[in-house]
Every structure is written in C-alpha cells, then in structure tokens.
T-cell receptor, first 113, second 113 residues
C-alpha cells in the first residue's frame, strides 16, 4: 500500500509571496501523485497530477509541483499567491496498477492581505 | 452541467437507525468511490466501484455497505450508524480509462447522536 505525509498542517503566507506546500509519499511500487484543493464548504477539485514523463507538472490557478523520486516528494508551489488561494490542500498517491487513492491529512493555506 | 450530486447535504440521526446517502453522477463515469473526511486524518476511502455490480473495500469499510446496480448511482448505506461514523462524506467519480481524474461531490455532513 501507499501512504502520504503532508509535513505542514497550516501555512500562513502574505499575499503575493511565494508558497511551497510539502508532500512526501511512501510506496514499494511506482506511483501516480496528485494535489487537490478544497475551498470552504465544497468538494475537492483536482489541481494537478503526475502520471509519467516530465517531473515538473503544471496545474490550474498557477500552481505547479515537482516529482522527486529519490526524495519521494511531490511539493506544490506557487510563485505569488492570492487571497482566493486560501483553502485546504491535499496531496494524494495511488499505485500505477491500483484503483485507490491515499490522501494526506491536508495543509490549510491562509493568505494574509 | 456535469456534476456529482450527493443527498442529503446535512443529516443528524440517532444511533442504530439505518440511513442511506445517495450519490449520482451524470457524466457516464465508470469509477465511483466514497470517502470520509475527519479532522487530522484527511480523506479515507470507504468503498469504490470500477463498474456496475463491481465493488471493493477501501481502507475503512467497516460499518458501511454500498451497491452499484446502475452506472450513475452509488449509494452509501449505514445499516446501524454509530457516533464514530459522525463525519463528512464525499462521493467521487472518474471517467472511463481516466480513473485518476476524480470529480467530487459537495459532501454530506453526518452527525450520529
């Protein structure tokens, strides 16, 4: 099975500053990796995913993430955040031959005006 | 509009009283799944279904049942709810051949007293 660790439960950041949300995974098999965002009182929305190919993945709303196999990491970054980026962010993993997602515990990003 | 619809959105019930949370998608998706979200634990998968009449257990299936008699619907059944099943529940679906692209419903907040 796979597992995900999100190292920061809360990340406050000032508007227009850069942000990195950290995610490490554990797996004995090849993996797919994902970042989801959850705005207040809403379901989860896919931000980006890594399936194969280029290790730098670009997603919606200006976010990107880099898959680092040697460090088993998939950190999410944005060079300049907006107030509207305030949300809960979840990292998730699945095995390439599996049918299940395993989610991290989430990181609450708060953008301060 | 393409969407995953859960009902009800909010439910308060008493211990032992059977209940069903419905999930319906209008995108002809084959893959559907149920999650529960608890503070500090992230999302955990309860059950998933690869297609009609095909269901399988996720990480936390105890106390839950599902059925998949038709492609669009995937109800979650709690035969005898207990207070430890108080949680926020999400249904998700994925397109054929792209199960990694999950679309989430708005969530159902269940309280068992």
């Amino acid at each position: 099975a796979q597992s995900v660790t999100q190292l920061d439960s809360q990340v406050p950041v000032f508007e227009e500053a850069p942000v990195e949300l950290r995610c490490n995974y554990s797996s004995s098999v090849s993996v797919y990796l994902f970042w989801y965002v959850q705005y207040p009182n809403q379901g989860l929305q896919l931000l980006l995913k890594y399936l194969s190919g280029s290790t730098l993945v670009k997603g919606i709303n200006g976010f990107e993430a880099e898959f680092n196999k040697s460090q088993t990491s998939f950190h999410l970054r944005k060079p300049s955040v907006h107030i509207s980026d305030t949300a809960e962010y979840f990292c998730a993993v699945s095995g390439v031959t599996g049918n299940q997602f395993y989610f991290g515990t989430g990181t609450s990003l708060t953008v301060i005006p | 509009e393409a969407q995953v619809t859960q009902n009800p959105r909010y439910l308060i019930t008493v211990t032992g009283k059977k209940l069903t949370v419905t999930c319906s998608q209008n995108m002809n998706h084959e893959y559907m799944s149920w999650y529960r979200q608890d503070p500090g634990l992230g999302l955990r998968q309860i059950y998933y279904s690869m297609n009609v009449e095909v269901t399988d257990k996720g990480d936390v299936p105890e106390g839950y049942k599902v059925s998949r008699k038709e492609k669009r619907n995937f109800p979650l059944i709690l035969e005898s709810p207990s207070p430890n099943q108080t949680s926020l529940y999400f249904c998700a679906s994925s397109p054929p051949g792209r199960w990694t692209e999950a679309f989430f419903g708005q969530g159902t907040r269940l309280t068992v007293v």
